[in-house]
């Protein structure tokens, strides 16, 4: 058994889908687990929903999720003929349940609207890909995620209950692939024990794949994606990024830290727990041999860049030139577990403690606001973080200059520049 997941840029148009059913049309009698990601920039347009929504401009966050459903539509159209009621039915069921939540007010955090909202992306998508599947004669089976993976309520970045996720896949996963070689669910998203939806983290559905591999002993899990292997940079921020024909765990999960977009953070354990290799192929021309990750040692690697972009720095110091020891710093890294923060970059002065993490407005005042009740706390925005593994000193000269360098960790394997602007 396999695991496939298809990210967003997989499913963001016609042509693509119908590349998606081509792969599959390959496997012969493969029982395959397809995860699949929301279409397209559909997460970025459902977060505007949320905001307008969460902003009291209802009537704006209305009009914008109408856009949406009217394209989702319209991609049914294009595909579908005889499946095409049935999948218009389903995509209005879960319209209906985003537009009920639109016609209220807003009375909880951000976070848990955020869920409500964005997860019906990967509901739309799926639906219609596996109705297409279907017309296209490769039998499958549409699964609904959220009856499958349990989650915790930290809405944004919720954690699985691997118990309880692993006695729905015995009791609803395993009966359906007696019955078809395709199962096809959602990446991304589960849902509470009160049955609300959860996303486990931008980019999640690269983990969602990795729990059904771990959960299900599957042989490999591959990850189809639009660039032909996993690379040393992110070939959008540099151009001159080159390919990896191979990784291990270790490093891959070094990188995933470091914030490289390429696989998610929690991807790597489930794998790396039961041996399970990861495949990154090219969606657009499958015969390219993209990457394997694996747990064998590797050979010299180039340098790996990761440029994270909108950074915030928060510097807490002392406010009667006291040294900030243990007990302050226990309170922060108190304030990161209940506020559910992972900082970037940390930094221990004598009478200072720095933190760098991603800009999420909310989060980011709210760490401050309490971080103030025992430290004097200075806030600096428009900051990007530099990470560069495996690092030469021709490779730092050429990033580096000209920027504004306000920090510099470094170990023998890995160095960083917080930059400003």
Known sequence: MKVYKFGGASVNSVERIQNLARILQEEKKEKIMVIISAMGKTTNALEKVADAFFAGKRQESLNLFEAIKQQHLQVARHLLVTHYLACENRLRDFFTEVEWLLHDKPVRDYDYYYDQV????ELFSTSIISAYLNECGIDNQWLDVRDIFRTDNDFRDAAIDWEVTREHIIRLVLPAFEKKDILLTQGFIGATAENESTTLGREGSDYSAAVFAHLL?????????DVVSVMNADPKQFPDAVPLPELNYNEVIEMAYYGAQVIHPKTIKPLQNKGIPLYVKCFLDPSLP????????LPPLPPVIVLKENQVM?????RDFSFVGEQHVGQLYHLFEQLHIKPNLTQNGAISFLC??????????KLALAAAAFLDVQVVKGLSLLTIRHYKEDIIQKLTQGKIILLRQQ???TVQFLIGE
């Open 290 to 297: 993209g990457t394997v990750i694996h747990n064998r040692p």
């Open 314 to 318: 928060l510097e807490m110091s002392s």
């Open 356 to 365: 760098v993490m991603d800009d999420r407005k909310e989060k980011t005042e």
């Open 217 to 225: 002993n599957a042989e490999s899990q591959t990850i189809w994606k």
């Open 411 to 413: 170990t023998r394997d």
């Open 118 to 121: 964005v997860c019906s992306g």
